[in-house]
């Protein structure tokens, strides 16, 4: 029998062919007898037809015999709606379009969010691990309190709630505390940032990054290696043979495969070390925003940065090690808390040895440590929920806009579907089949949206890696939002799809058939769509608008040096192996020779580029004097020679730094015009002494400078242009940063510097090879993806809402054919009809506008913090908003409007 | 309007039987079989031609009649249908239960 079915099935289309091969000479037949009867062949073959009955439903009957019915309608639908989607081309890629950047959208920030704020860390229960921080006390009156008991840090430190300020850097002495008989943590671990490293693999050398951790790192975290063995307490004490874990990805790259890489020497800046790990493939250390490429014990420290490091293992006051610990079964987050509260209030009592100290202690403070650590957390989760918060926006546009165009396609095929119903077509088969083309345009729309969320996630977080050097953040594309999304769009595609069929469907056909057109009710569907529509795409213009003006703002903040035509790069050639003594020598050699590039007008070397002079420390910690005054909150800047004229610093009096001022001789700094005269007021400060906070010398004051902004752009500090630049060859510095001025690109000349330093040493590598205007913008790269995205919303958001308006207008035009024909046969004026259209676009636009600004002006708020020198209801941007909204507007109603403006009133009076 | 026409069949399933009861006689094609039941029944028998051949593919699929390319009398290419050994088992059934049905409604009707 099933074989019987399959063999009808197979020859289906052979089956369909012969049998109507029999009806028609049955017909025939018929015929003949009929004609042979003495009618006319005429009448004979209607009269045949006639008594046959309805072939095609009979055909169709036996057919759907040989082939399940649903099966066999379902491949006319889609052949059908294949001819429909393709003979209504623009409206059906509109539908697919506005789907696929919706779900595409929608996906791949929320992929992006997720991999950032909630993945766990890729290890066994991550739920019991808990981070270590602290807090200081919250200060009494409004000004930032430092906390004294620290002397010294190597880390972060980031705001807390009213004022007070959060770390999680400890002494390692807070570490041996907690580790000693800990009653709430099964394992407690440390571990350092060991940063870039000169990583020489068979002769090779690359720049890895590096994590120093203690024994217990591996164990605490329970990760097992690839290959090889983890680090354990044996490898992380004083006087142990070196030894490195590295990450598998580098085990790939830089040594043939885990297995082989067991056992290698390899230099470490120059130090010789062991690898006696792999580290698994998904792990990745504690910081979701740092991949390490190698892990160090703790101790290795003290080999790679010289015996002074020594010191970090017993000076109590200084603040540099992070910790995670794990907690004990049963034990949960806040007992933990309380039992180790106490004890590290004691231990860091005990270091405080003055009353200025012990006014303000750090607080021990526990935080979940599944998630790992949140430095891209702290920096970004807002700002992705804004951007959630803004592609939800479009979603919904998105979603309004396949809701109106398939309610203006249907009202427009209402007539079709009357003419299809009284041809026998049953109600439920010609709803089956609107719903069908309904699913393919939101399939092919969901299908584009992969692609596109696919291609999202990489382009985020190629926007976002900008701010980092290294970033390696794992994000994938999250399926399950895209599930989401993607059913979400679906069913907005069903249900609209659904209603208009349903309705167009309904039993009296007589008066579409007689007419053809809808009634009210939808259109009023439809002016609600569209008036949301304008509505939201008001909010993202606004904020579009916002971030725009902010980064603007951040672009014109004056910064005193030369933001174009710069090229900055780093160099450590202490890592590469030479001798600290060698250094300046070295350095300022390799300067000239930048300087002898054809094309290079100056070359200098600093401490670290202008904009990163407040991250990465100055060069002299502490506050300096002049006389018995205390220099408040100036920064200092190494600077070698020719700094201020590659900057374009213009130098007001005296000298800037050259090649005089060696190792040896006087010690000298140039000062901004602002410290001059905050300090020396009219005297001319020439000649006069600035004492050092440590060390025994005296700079003396060469130059004076303009002023200039050092660091951030968006902090106050930073506008603070109060500095002291010191000669950068009579301070110790391993790391340097040339900045060479150049004609044209300067990424042009990267292929010149690589060749020289090669020249000079082929084992030191030259990195973050960037331009001074890169590198600003780097230091403000979340305002520069604001701006860029919203941009990008706000255009997708107008764009939807256009075609919105345009299909709602478009329809409305068709729908009123005939009244205009009247019109203008009445002998109103063409440009009463371009204004009869044109004037409800506007009221529609002034709905939305209406709805929009007061929400405008609440939501703005919400993301003041965002934004710079720009208030949340800047009139400036709302009505920039409103004037593009406006004009939008009628770009998009004027192309009906034109089209009712030249009907023929003629040709509209006898259409039907 | 919209809805389709309701096939007019005094007895269901009684245009199968008569199919077979035709087929039973000698072989034939779709035209030849509706010729034959109008004529025997002297025309009282009206079907509507248009379901026979739903009706002959139903068969054919249950396995009762068979269906083969071959040439009419008057030398046309038709479909030309035999009864098969379970067609001739059906038509008993068939020929059973319908006499059992119009003696027991004769009955009734107080005609027999």
């Known amino acids: ?912 | 309007m919209g809805r389709k026409p309701k096939k007019n069949e005094s007895l269901p399933g009684s245009l199968d039987m008569l199919i077979l009861r035709t087929l039973s006689r000698r072989d034939l094609h779709g035209y030849g079989i509706v010729q034959f039941i109008q004529q025997s029944s002297s025309n009282d028998l009206l079907i509507e031609e248009g379901s026979l051949y739903p009706a002959l593919q139903r068969l054919e699929l249950n396995g009762w009649i068979d269906g083969d390319w071959g040439v009419t009398s008057n030398n046309r290419r038709a479909r030309i249908y035999k009864i098969t050994a379970a067609g001739s088992k059906q038509l008993a059934v068939e020929t059973r239960q319908y006499t059992r049905l119009t003696l027991a409604i004769a009955r009734v009707m107080g005609t027999e």
């Not at chain 1, 020719?642 to 090649?659: C, K, N, S, V, Y």
Request: aromatic share 8%.
């Open chain 1, 1 to 912: 029998m099933l074989l019987r079915r399959l063999r009808y099935w197979m020859a289906s289309a052979r089956s369909a062919e012969s049998l109507r091969e029999e009806m028609e000479l049955h017909l025939a037949e018929k015929a003949a007898e009929l004609q042979a009867d003495g009618m006319t062949p005429d009448r004979a073959r209607a009269e045949a037809h006639r008594r046959f009955g309805n072939a095609g439903l009979k055909r169709e009957e036996s057919r759907e015999l040989w082939m399940t019915r649903f099966w066999s309608e379902l491949s006319q639908d889609i052949r059908y709606g294949w001819r429909t989607i393709a003979a209504n081309k623009a409206l059906s890629a509109l539908v697919v379009l506005s789907l696929a950047l919706g779900i595409g959208a929608n996906t791949a920030i929320y992929s992006l969010m997720e991999s950032i704020l909630m993945r766990s860390l890729p290890v066994a229960d991550p739920e019991s691990l808990v981070v270590l921080n602290w807090r200081s006390q919250p200060p009494q009156n409004a000004n930032r309190q430092w906390v004294h008991v620290v002397h010294g840090l190597q880390g972060v430190f980031w705001p807390g709630d009213k004022g007070a300020m959060i770390s999680g850097i400890f002494p390692y002495g807070a570490f041996e505390t907690l580790r000693a008989d800990n009653p709430a943590f099964s394992t407690i671990f440390g571990y350092v940032n060991g940063r870039s490293r000169n990583l020489t693999v068979r002769g090779q050398s690359i720049t890895a990054n590096s994590e120093f951790v203690t024994g217990e790192y591996f164990r605490g975290l329970a990760v097992s290696p690839a290959a090889g063995r983890m680090i354990t307490a044996e490898d992380d004490r004083p006087g142990a043979p070196p030894v490195a874990v590295v990450s598998f990805a580098a085990s790939q790259s830089r040594f043939g495969g885990p297995s082989s890489a067991i056992g290698q020497s390899i230099l470490v800046d120059k130090v010789p070390v062991t690898v006696i790990g792999v580290a698994p493939p998904e792990f990745f250390g504690v910081d979701p925003a740092m991949a390490p490429d190698l892990y160090l014990p703790l101790r290795t420290n003290v080999l790679l940065d010289g015996a002074a490091t020594e010191r970090l293992f017993s000076d109590g006051n200084f603040y540099w090690l992070e910790m995670m610990g794990r907690l004990r079964p049963g034990i949960t987050m806040a007992q933990a808390q309380a039992a180790l509260a106490p004890r590290f209030h004691q231990w860091v009592a005990a270091t405080a040895t003055t009353d200025g100290e012990r006014a303000n202690l750090p607080a021990l403070m526990l935080n979940p440590g599944a998630a790992g650590l949140g430095s891209l957390r702290r920096e970004y989760s807002k700002p992705l929920y804004v951007l959630l918060a803004m592609v939800a926006l479009i979603l919904a546009i998105t979603c309004a806009n396949i809701a109106n165009l398939l309610l203006a396609r249907a009202s427009a095929r209402r007539r079709e579907m009357a003419v299809r119903l009284s041809l026998g077509a049953g109600r439920l088969r010609v709803v089956r089949q609107l719903l069908t083309e309904s699913v393919m345009l939101a399939s092919l729309g969901g299908a584009l949206g992969v692609l596109f969320a696919i291609w999202g996630v990489r382009s985020l977080t190629f926007l976002f890696s900008r701010g980092q050097e290294n970033f390696t953040l794992h994000a994938e594309l999250n399926w399950h939002v895209l599930g989401v999304t993607a059913a979400l769009s679906v069913v907005c595609g069903l249900l609209f799809g659904l209603v208009p069929a349903i309705q167009s469907t309904r039993p009296d056909v007589m008066p579409a058939l007689k007419n053809g057109r809808g009634g009210g009710a939808r259109h009023r569907a439809q002016n609600v769509l569209v008036v949301a529509q304008i509505a939201i795409s008001f909010l993202i213009l606004v904020a579009a608008g916002l971030f725009v003006r902010t980064l603007e703002n951040l672009h014109s903040v004056p910064l005193g040096y030369a933001r174009e035509n710069i090229l900055l790069f780093s160099l450590n050639a202490s890592q590469a192996g030479h001798r600290q003594s060698e250094l300046p020598a070295f350095y300022a050699d390799l300067r000239r020779r930048f300087e002898s590039i054809p094309g290079i007008s100056s070359a200098t070397l600093c401490r670290s580029s202008i904009i990163s002079s407040g991250r990465a420390g100055g060069a002299i910690q502490g506050a300096m004097k002049i006389g018995a005054v205390t220099i408040d909150g100036a920064r200092t800047l190494g600077a070698g020679p020719r700094f201020f004229t590659t900057m374009q610093i213009p130098i007001l009096a005296g000298r800037e730094i050259d090649d005089r001022d060696q190792p040896g001789s006087t010690s000298v700094a140039v000062i901004s015009e602002r410290l001059a005269r905050t300090y020396f007021g009219n005297d001319n400060p020439l000649g006069r002494r600035i004492a050092l906070p440590d060390e025994k010398r005296e700079l003396e004051i060469i130059g004076v400078s303009a002023n200039l902004r050092s660091g951030s752009l968006k902090s106050n500090e930073g506008g603070n242009p109060m500095a002291v630049f010191v000669a950068l060859s009579q301070f110790s510095a391993d790391r340097v940063t040339y900045a060479l001025r150049t004609a044209g690109d300067p990424l042009r000349y990267a292929g010149n510097v690589r060749e020289l330093v090669r020249e000079a040493d082929s084992t030191l590598p030259v990195t973050n090879i960037v331009t001074q205007a890169a590198e600003i913008d780097r230091s403000i790269n979340r305002e520069i993806i604001f701006a860029k995205l919203c941009t990008g919303f706000a255009l997708l958001a107008l764009l939807m809402a256009s075609v919105g308006l345009y299909g709602t207008m478009s329809y409305s035009v068709t729908r009123q054919f005939g009244e205009i024909g009247i019109r203008m046969a009445l002998g109103a004026p063409r440009g009463a009809m371009v204004w009869m259209v044109l004037r409800r676009v506007l009221l529609l636009a002034a709905a939305g506008l209406a709805i929009s600004v007061p929400a405008a002006l609440i939501a703005s708020r919400l993301v003041k913090s965002f934004l710079f020198q720009t208030q949340p209801n800047d009139p400036r941007t709302l009505a920039l908003a409103g004037v593009v909204l406006l004009s939008a507007a009628i770009l998009a109603g004027y192309a009906p409007a034109r089209r009712a403006s030249r009907i023929d009133p003629l040709v509209a009076l006898r259409h039907d």
